[in-house]
């Protein structure tokens, strides 16, 4: 009885927390174009607003992100940009923010809904990883106009870990328009269903975690991509937690809980194989240009099964952020 109660109290939670009203606090704001912070403060940058990185005919927005420093101040510091999933900012991204500003890191965590009026993404359609990922870029390029910054990394979840994926690739990065580059980037539980051909050159040090038991992002597409680019340059890693399920690490999902109608993207052929094309958008294996929320939602449906669980892990949460202070330490301060 007490467990069914805890049940329904959770789940209150999690529905009233959807169901708030999205403020954006960059409305009307002029964007900066440039930093110069030396505490924790709230960032109004511009970004496009794009499906995919063919900017043509895209319009810009004023993106939000708020700005961490840590407690002992020093006159350089390197940074991270982190990136939400499709659920949004949650509450659980705060240990990371926590576990990061402890070593010394600024923090810049990212919004990618507020100015775009959504609340949560539940089709996983309305904007796409490379949505986040032209919005990360744009929060890397107004950081390193701050001279106190020196190597940033790129860390995001589920949606928003397909970013940091595509940033290994030389290919990829060279598409954005911008010459600065992620030193070093992770990806929890993320989107992996991308390739590209055998000889891509690779660049930024990646860090994939993943779940086991992940049915939302199955960590069989993570590991084809570490098979296929797995060098002896040590830039790509793979990790996978053992009995671990997708949000893994948010306490919310304590108990676990199932959702019906969610896909599970265990379906890896060509139709749902997709690769960046030399204009920058999204395409599957079949050539087939994936560029808007329709297509995307129908191509959803075509290559996922219906049914997902997610739960938390204690044990894949304190490995994880082991993992992620154990990589970062390690690539931010190579030259």
Avoid at 185 to 213: K, Q
Wanted: proline share 4%; hydrophobic share 35%.
């Amino acid at each position: 009885m007490y467990r069914s109660f805890l049940l329904f109290l959770l789940i209150a939670v999690i529905i009233s927390s959807c169901s708030r009203t999205k403020i954006d606090p960059c409305e009307n704001q002029k964007p900066k174009s440039t930093i110069n912070a030396i505490s924790d403060m709230l960032i109004c940058f511009e970004s496009v607003d794009s499906y995919d990185l063919d900017y043509s005919g895209k319009k810009k927005l004023v993106i939000n992100g708020q700005l961490y420093f840590p407690d002992t101040k020093k006159n350089t510091y390197n940074a991270i940009i982190m990136t939400h999933g499709s659920g949004g900012k949650r509450r659980y991204h705060d240990k990371y923010v926590d576990l990061l500003t402890e070593m010394g890191l600024v923090v810049f965590q990212l919004d990618h809904y507020a100015a775009r009026k959504i609340k949560y993404d539940k089709t996983f359609s309305k904007v796409s990883g490379l949505t986040f990922m032209n919005d990360a870029y744009a929060a890397l390029d107004i950081l390193k106009t701050d001279e106190k910054i020196n190597n940033v990394g790129y860390l995001g979840w589920s949606q928003g870990g397909v970013g940091p994926i595509l940033s290994h690739f030389k290919f990829v990065n060279d598409l954005l328009p911008t010459k600065e580059r992620f030193k070093a980037a992770i990806a929890l539980y993320p989107y992996c269903g991308f390739t590209f051909p055998g000889d891509s050159v690779t660049e930024t040090p990646l860090l994939m975690i993943t779940g086991a038991d992940d049915d939302l992002t199955p960590e069989a597409a993570c590991r084809n991509i570490y098979t296929k680019f797995f060098r002896d340059d040590n830039k790509i890693k793979f990790i996978s937690m053992e009995n671990a399920r997708h949000g893994f690490d948010n306490p919310f999902l304590y108990f676990g809980m199932t959702f019906d109608e969610l896909p599970n993207l265990k379906i890896i052929n060509d139709d749902c194989t997709l690769t960046i094309t030399n204009a920058g958008e999204i395409e599957n294996m079949k050539g087939v240009v994936i560029n808007t929320p329709k297509i995307s939602e129908y191509f959803l449906d075509k290559c996922s099964f219906k049914g997902v669980t997610v739960k938390y892990n204690h044990k894949a949460t304190q490995k994880a952020l082991k993992e992620v202070s154990e990589f970062f330490s390690k690539n931010l301060s190579m030259e």
